[in-house]
């Protein structure tokens, strides 16, 4: 089964304006980490933000915040103030207590607008 | 800090030739190192991974294998590759919890021709 779920194989928004890249994860642990990554056209995996299970704030770094609802196992991805170097592939991964590794979901394609 | 080298950046290879990636870490001990493949437009499959010297874990059986000959030192390797094997592969160092997220190398872009 699919531990990582991201809907949108790809996304478009206007420069300068927000966009959410939606995750969803399944997982019976008490105890696990939360990631997005952005994968420019070079390759390179980006790491951009966490969010711990027991984290009651939202983490927020920069232009970027995740949308945590725990209840729901959603770990949306907000991207504020586009910009034309947003454009890449983003991940959304999970650590697990039980597991060594990270699980990583299919990406989100974004391309912003000038 | 620590540092993660992966090379090399391209590798355009004839079908049933060998293979031999390398990956280093520099500034940490003990580092669990993993290997990763990408296809084109795709998510990362992971292949290996490793928590110790000669320890190596396999995700998916196939033409592929991995060596942890020191601490700080991960080859991914094949005997004879195969058109299928072409793909982006990376490299990846992280500590064994879970708000530890990974490091990735630059990543090998592998062609089979």
């Known amino acids: 089964a699919q531990k990582i779920t991201q809907t949108q194989p790809g996304m478009f928004v206007q420069e300068k304006e927000a966009v959410t890249l939606d995750c969803t994860y399944d997982t019976s642990d008490q105890s696990y980490g939360l990631f997005w990554y952005k994968q420019p056209s070079s390759g390179e995996m980006i790491f951009l933000i966490y969010?711990?299970?027991?984290?009651?704030q939202n983490a927020t770094e920069g232009r970027y915040s995740l949308n945590f609802q725990k209840a729901r196992k959603s770990a949306n991805l907000v991207i504020s103030a586009s910009q034309l170097g947003d454009s890449a592939m983003y991940f959304c991964a999970m650590r697990e207590g039980r597991d060594n590794d990270m699980r990583f979901g299919a990406g989100t394609r974004l391309t912003v607008k000038p | 800090s620590q540092t993660i080298h992966q090379w090399p950046a391209t590798l355009v290879q004839p079908v049933g030739s060998p293979l031999s990636l390398e990956c280093t870490v520099e500034?940490?001990?003990?580092?669990?190192l993993y290997w990763y493949r990408q296809a084109a437009g795709r998510g990362l499959q992971l292949l290996f991974y490793s928590v110790g010297i000669g320890q190596i874990s396999s995700e998916v059986p196939q033409n592929l294998s991995a060596s942890r000959p020191q601490d700080r030192q991960f080859i991914l390797s094949s005997k004879k590759l195969l058109l299928s094997d072409s793909g982006f592969y990376l490299c990846?160092?992280?500590?064994?919890?879970?708000?530890?997220?990974?490091?990735f190398g630059s990543g090998t872009r592998l062609t089979v021709v």
């Open positions: 990846a160092w992280s500590r064994d919890r879970t708000d530890y997220g990974y490091t």
């Open positions: 969010q711990g299970s027991y984290d009651e």
């Open positions: 500034g940490t001990s003990n580092p669990n």
